[in-house]
């Protein structure tokens, strides 16, 4: 498959559209010099606004150019070099803050396209929604969870990350907090028209007053879904009077994207083309790739794309081979007039009148001079393609051999760094598979494919597991939990994408579902007393002796603070509405700690406690954290409490942060995976006592940790089977009543079961 990229830009300030791109999108095909793990690749790059501090345009041009180098000089993988350009704009904006006294801050949408893949990473109130395979997607996934620290407001930038697979017409659009404003309905209708000029007339219409966008279509080298006319495919920044063409980019020139390596392959190498005087269009013809095997990482350390050196000898190999072919036709030719000459000797034409019942038919003749050559024709070329197909193995297995030994070396070094450690098995594990693909009967290929991947599991401080598919829930889920009740047999899902509970009923092992349940327990739009549930936030169990309206029931939250509970003993469900505080702003998880109900709200920076008075959630809540020194919570993504009242908090890049009364303690990892933990998206407290740990999901890594409460990562598993499993991790809980723990993981739309 080929495809082509579209490119268009949305920039609008003061309500007003200019006919320019924004000064800190860029976008970039790999430079002359880049490493081999990045000739292959394409930045797109959006520098957004942020902060009060004004800016030059300049400003965002130039951190948008820091990004690129930093990127293409990158010699680790696409997810490291991300962070590394990241890294990078964020020490540029400092460093720029420290000599100037300026208080500049900036967002950041970094894109990358690597043969049929698509590599994004965020920063600062930042968002993507895409049109992928017909289905809309966001990231992140939550729009609520847009808001991350600014880029220049910390010496660690936050950071979030996504992968996905590339298919003709996937568009994506890149947008800072302008973008964040436009209704969700707008959004899916933009996208949903499948024409990049239809997209910029709507967003420019439904934008505010400043937005800053690119939108990006890859489509077939036909371009079927791009405009007719004129010849430049694509217009930017067009308003309704000047649309299609006064609001154009230029060509894109040297200064903007640099010149394609000359010794890249054609079929892989990504190209720039260039239409006309206003085109804005960026042509990329990529060369057909295998899919990843079973046991490709989330990010793939290098591409799964033919090198440059190997993509020369496969051309050189495809001349021979047509070489070869017009050979043995002229030889076909010559064998097929030597074959009929010699039976027009051997079987001459009958003479005229003569019935003596000898003669061979014509048709014979004929269809003997056509059957030989072909078979001749099928043996003699099946050992050419044989051949040129054993060539290829052998190319691969020597470079997968080599790549093997560079790890192995470099791990015998007691010195060596542990994140060069991974990214050297990355390389080895990619060009393994490259040759298994080849030839999954070879021995020594398929042991050093084995050998790479527990040397990652290794460096990821995982071990694989057998895992139990136990139930799957409606297609695009979004999944939280689960919850499992107290007598250990009903455990309750949160699907937040359908606004619905599901209850299902586990056997007395808890390790198959009996009773499997279609219809939600609790649902948006239900009406719950006077009340109407809205969009749920979040599910847990509460006890004796609590707030709401039942006991011993499921607790869910809706974002207006409707507390709905429900207990199959003494169904529907039923609620409560929580008053209020007037900063509640948005609620992301909920927990309980003896009677008290807390809500995280992440927008308010603030952790809300209900107390019952009278046996009922009837006052206005306490602010957890008082004073002026205050938490930044805008990245939390879910919280616990131990049995001691410690509060632990997760954020979207990893970290955990711990708070007693209110004040914070140390909390540090130790023995975490090399890379650390950077897309945390769960977290469960097993405040058995046997069995006393958290347990952390972070989805990068694609595992399940478990964690001491002084932050030492002591185990941590991935699927031994099922291995694509744990690709889209949401949750996790975690039953140790019968002395040992059953964990049950969700991710994408299933339920799993990790058994001890």
Request: aromatic share 8%; hydrophobic share 40%.
């Amino acid at each position: 498959m080929k495809l082509e990229a579209l490119l268009g830009h949305l920039f609008v300030v003061g309500g007003r559209s200019l006919s320019s791109k924004p000064p800190g999108a860029l976008v970039q095909v790999a430079p002359r010099r880049a490493h081999r793990t990045r000739e292959n690749d394409t930045l797109f790059v959006l520098i957004t606004p942020a902060g009060q501090a004004q800016v030059s345009a300049s400003f965002y041009e130039n951190l948008a150019k820091v990004a690129s180098e930093n990127y293409f000089k990158s010699r680790v993988g696409v997810t490291g070099a991300l962070r590394e350009a990241f890294n990078a704009i964020n020490a540029a904006i400092q460093e720029q803050n420290q000599k100037q006294a300026t208080d500049y801050r900036a967002g950041a949408l970094l894109m990358v396209k690597r043969g049929e893949e698509i590599f994004l990473a965020r920063s600062g109130t930042t968002l993507c929604v895409s049109r992928q395979a017909g289905q809309y997607v966001t990231f992140p996934d939550d729009p609520d969870m847009i808001n991350l620290m600014p880029l220049g407001s910390q010496t660690n930038p936050v950071l979030e990350f996504a992968h996905y697979a590339l298919q003709a017409n996937d568009m994506f659009v890149l947008g800072d907090a302008g973008l964040a404003v436009v209704t969700d309905e707008m959004l899916q209708k933009a996208t949903g028209t499948g024409d990049i000029n239809q997209v910029l007339e709507i967003l420019e219409k439904a934008v505010q007053r400043q937005a800053f966008a690119s939108v990006v279509q890859f489509v077939g080298p036909d371009g079927a879904t791009a405009p007719a006319a004129p010849p430049q495919s694509v217009v930017t920044n067009a308003t309704p009077e000047t649309h299609p063409e006064a609001g154009s980019e230029a060509i894109p020139t040297a200064e903007s994207v640099a010149p394609v390596e000359p010794t890249q392959s054609p079929d892989t190498a990504p190209m720039v083309s260039e239409i006309g005087p206003s085109s804005d269009t960026v042509g990329l013809e990529i060369g057909e790739e295998a899919p990843p095997p079973a046991l490709s990482r989330s990010e793939p350390s290098i591409p799964s794309d033919t090198p440059a050196e190997e993509s020369e000898q496969l051309g050189m190999s495809r001349t021979m081979v047509v070489t070869v072919l017009m050979l043995i036709s002229n030889a076909l030719a010559g064998i097929a007039r030597a074959t009929n000459a010699a039976l027009d000797r051997i079987l001459p034409e009958p003479e005229e009148g003569r019935r003596d019942g000898k003669v061979v038919p014509m048709n014979v003749v004929a269809l003997i001079a056509i059957v030989v050559p072909t078979i001749i024709a099928i043996i003699v070329v099946g050992l050419v393609l044989s051949e040129r197909d054993t060539t290829n193995f052998e190319q691969y297995r020597t470079d997968a051999v080599s790549a093997v030994e560079e790890a192995r070396t470099f791990g015998q070094d007691t010195n060596s760094d542990p994140k060069t450690g991974l990214e050297l098995w990355n390389i080895a594990l990619t060009l393994t598979r490259r040759a298994y693909n080849e030839d999954p009967e070879d021995s020594e290929i398929r042991e050093m494919l084995i050998e790479a991947q527990n040397n990652i599991d290794r460096y990821d401080r995982v071990r694989r597991i057998q895992i139990t598919k136990l139930r799957e829930f409606g297609e695009n889920a979004d999944l939280r939990g689960p919850i499992i009740s107290a007598n250990t047999v009903d455990i309750y899902t949160l699907d937040k994408a359908r606004g619905a509970v599901f209850h299902d009923t586990l056997d007395t092992s808890g390790t198959n579902i009996i009773q499997e349940r279609d219809i939600a327990v609790i649902q948006r739009g239900m009406r719950v007393r006077e009340f109407t549930v809205a969009n749920l936030v979040d599910i847990e169990w509460i006890g004796n002796d609590g707030g709401a309206d039942q006991d011993n029931a499921l607790a869910a939250l809706d974002e207006n603070g409707l507390l709905i509970t429900y207990n199959p003993t003494f169904p529907p469900a039923t609620g409560i509405q929580l008053v209020k505080p007037p900063t509640w702003n948005r609620p992301v998880a909920i927990a309980l700690w003896r009677q008290n109900f807390y809500v995280l709200d992440a927008g308010a920076n603030q952790v809300w406690r209900y107390e019952p008075i009278d046996g009922a959630y009837s006052e206005q809540p306490s602010e957890y954290f008082v004073g002026s020194e205050r938490p930044n919570l805008t990245g939390a993504v879910d919280f616990a409490i131990d049995d001691q009242g410690s509060i632990y908090i997760l954020f979207g890049d990893g970290s955990l942060e711990k708070y007693r009364g209110g004040q914070p303690e140390t909390f540090d990892w130790f023995n975490a995976p090399v890379d650390g933990f950077t897309n945390g998206r769960a977290l469960f407290i097993d405040n058995n006592p046997i069995s006393y740990s958290l347990y952390v999901v972070d989805r990068v890594h694609q595992g399940v940790y478990k964690v001491s409460f002084g932050g030492e990562v002591n185990d941590g598993y991935k699927p031994a089977n099922q291995l694509n499993a744990f690709d889209n991790l949401t949750g996790v809980a975690v039953d140790s009543s019968r002395g040992y723990a059953r964990m049950y993981v969700l991710s994408g739309n299933s339920l799993y079961l990790i058994s001890p």
